[in-house]
């Protein structure tokens, strides 16, 4: 199918579905003449594009031509959406147009409503690669497991949240990570072909990298677990993470979650005021939010809100920062 429309935050699977594409098409005799990769933010190289994508491929095999930031059905662009529809039927059938970007194409735009219909006909392609948001654990589970099954692993409760907890919902890493569990795993079962079993006391010799978020630190301080929280926080400062923009991430997150908190015991149970108040855009996170804060006391997140606005004023005036997160938090305990 000659146009391919790649959209999502996975960049690493969009390039690896392209580079796979280019394998297994592509004559490695004409690689380099063959291949051409566009950026969609120039204009002369999107010009460009549409000239690259009309020309036959030399040689044998195929002509791939990549344009990532592709804008054509992410902006409205009457000159863009014109030069694509002219063209579209003139692309030799041995030449993919893989058009590339992290926005989903706009339903509301013409170039897009003419995309599909081509995707109707056959004529198009439409495939998205998104990441599960870092606060979706259910959706960053799921993720993990269809990536596993794909190598004939599966994981135990206790290895998916550790590995989780890992790698986050970076898939480059995740990927090569699994890989190396396979590896790991078929030698000490000495049959790669037999369903793998990953447990905890595997994955954390394998997954030895520990990862520290803001979400993960959320969700200790929401458990009450000030101890772990402040070890999270502890090893964020350490690896880098500027301390008042890391609090600025805990106040803005806890504050969301007073917000739903409060909402929700006043009766107000309408995800769509709830989003509007929090200012949250996705309505979905509410649901996981509400699941977070129901045994929690809207007098406990308005406490952790005080502290945590005490601790940016003290980091304005340049107090230690492990000795303000410590000396704060630990009065929640």
Excluded at 75 to 87: C, G, P, S, V
Excluded at 97 to 105: H, S
Excluded at 142 to 168: H, P, Q, W, Y
Aim: with cysteine; hydrophobic share 40%.
């Amino acid at each position: 199918m000659p146009i391919q429309i790649l959209w999502g935050n996975d960049l690493n699977a969009q390039n690896t579905f392209i580079q796979k594409l280019i394998d297994k098409e592509v004559s490695k005799e004409w690689k380099e003449i063959n291949v051409t990769n566009l950026n969609g933010d120039d204009d002369e190289q999107l010009n460009k594009a549409f000239d690259e994508v009309l020309t036959p491929p030399f040689g044998d095999g195929y002509r791939i031509v990549t344009l990532k930031n592709n804008p054509i059905f992410t902006a409205k662009n009457e000159d863009l959406r014109t030069k694509f529809e002219k063209i579209h039927n003139n692309i030799p059938q041995n030449t993919y147009f893989i058009l590339q970007n992290t926005k989903k194409p706009d339903s509301r735009l013409k170039s897009t409503k003419f995309l599909q219909k081509l995707i109707n006909n056959n004529l198009a392609k439409e495939k998205s690669f998104s990441l599960p948001e870092i606060w979706d654990y259910d959706g960053q589970k799921r993720f993990l497991e269809d990536a596993a099954n794909e190598m004939n692993i599966k994981i135990d409760k206790n290895a998916a949240e550790f590995i989780i907890d890992s790698v986050g919902n970076d898939s480059f890493k995740l990927i090569n990570e699994l890989s190396k569990a396979k590896i790991y795993l078929s030698a000490a079962a000495n049959d790669s072909n037999s369903q793998l079993f990953l447990k905890s006391i595997d994955a954390k010799k394998i997954f030895s990298d520990h990862q520290s978020n803001i979400f993960k630190i959320i969700d200790l301080l929401l458990k009450k677990n000030i101890n772990e929280s402040l070890i999270e926080i502890n090893f964020s400062l350490q690896k880098g993470e500027p301390a008042l923009k890391l609090n600025a991430g805990l106040i803005s997150q806890i504050r969301i979650h007073t917000i739903v908190k409060l909402a929700a015991n006043s009766g107000n149970d309408n995800v769509e005021k709830m989003c509007n108040l929090a200012g949250i855009s996705n309505p979905k996170r509410i649901f996981f939010i509400r699941k977070k804060v129901k045994n929690i006391s809207q007098e406990y997140l308005i406490n952790l809100m005080s502290y945590l606005l005490d601790i940016e004023s003290l980091l304005k005036k340049g107090n230690n920062p492990i000795n303000v997160f410590t000396e704060n938090l630990i009065n929640l305990s």
